[in-house]
């Protein structure tokens, strides 16, 4: 059983269109999170929840709205998606701090 | 706030040759520390973390980094790399706060190792 996973792993999509990630994790952790790889490989989290509750969100434009319908899943919607939002976006999760578990990732071109 | 820097953003070496790649922190808070592996078009794999303890601390893959807290350093080191290693390395920080911990990586570092 894959401990994170997300979906789609693949994604192509013209600027403007509407699109979302999926992310389910099994490990039974309270915290997940988003990352955005870019193209110099450079990772940044993006947002976090606690328990289906917001608790960082690290200056992401508005058009990213992520959404936890309970503490597995963390989906992430992009809307009026930007040539810009091209990256390798990845999901995580932990317990306490002390081991995180990434997803494969989710690449994202928009053209 | 935390902050890593990785000091080389790619490291050439020769197969079976030793190999250091090097990594600050920047907390006045006790920290988590990490090393992930990233191989060519894949996830992250955790190499190894360092939360207490002994400072010296061995991970997969032959893989081991020294938790320096005087020098703020978490290097990574290697004694005889095969090609198969290469790939980016990224080193990580944490703080360890309950849920409102997130890691902090570095910019990352690509080994490439050749025949």
């Known amino acids: 059983d894959t401990a994170v996973s997300q979906t789609p792993k693949y994604l192509v999509t013209q600027m403007g269109n509407d699109k979302s990630i999926k992310c389910e994790q099994n490990l039974g952790h309270d915290t997940m999170y988003w990352y955005k790889q870019d193209s110099k490989k450079f990772l940044k989290i993006m947002f976090s929840?606690?328990?289906?509750?917001?608790?960082i969100n690290e200056t992401v434009p508005n058009r990213f709205s992520p959404k936890s319908p309970d503490k597995a899943h963390l989906n992430l919607h992009i809307n009026s998606l930007e040539l810009g939002d091209s990256a390798v976006y990845f999901c995580?999760?932990?317990?306490?701090?002390?081991?995180?578990?990434f997803g494969s990732g989710t690449r994202l071109t928009v053209v | 706030a935390q902050s890593v820097t990785q000091l080389d953003s790619q490291v050439p070496v020769f197969e079976e040759a030793p190999v250091e790649l090097r990594c600050n922190y920047s907390s006045s808070v006790s920290v988590y520390l990490f090393w992930y592996v990233q191989y060519p078009n894949q996830g992250l794999q955790l190499l190894l973390k360092?939360?207490?303890?002994?400072?010296l601390v061995k991970g997969i893959n032959g893989f081991e980094a020294e938790f320096n807290k005087s020098q703020t350093s978490f290097h990574l080191r290697k004694p005889s790399v095969h090609i198969s290693d290469t790939a980016e390395y990224f080193c990580a920080v944490s703080r360890p706060s309950g849920g409102y911990n997130k890691l902090i990586f570095g910019a990352g570092t690509r080994l490439a190792v050749h025949p």
């Open positions: 929840y606690n328990n289906k509750e917001l608790i």
């Open positions: 360092y939360l207490s303890g002994s400072t």
């Open positions: 995580a999760s932990s317990q306490d701090g002390s081991g995180y578990t």
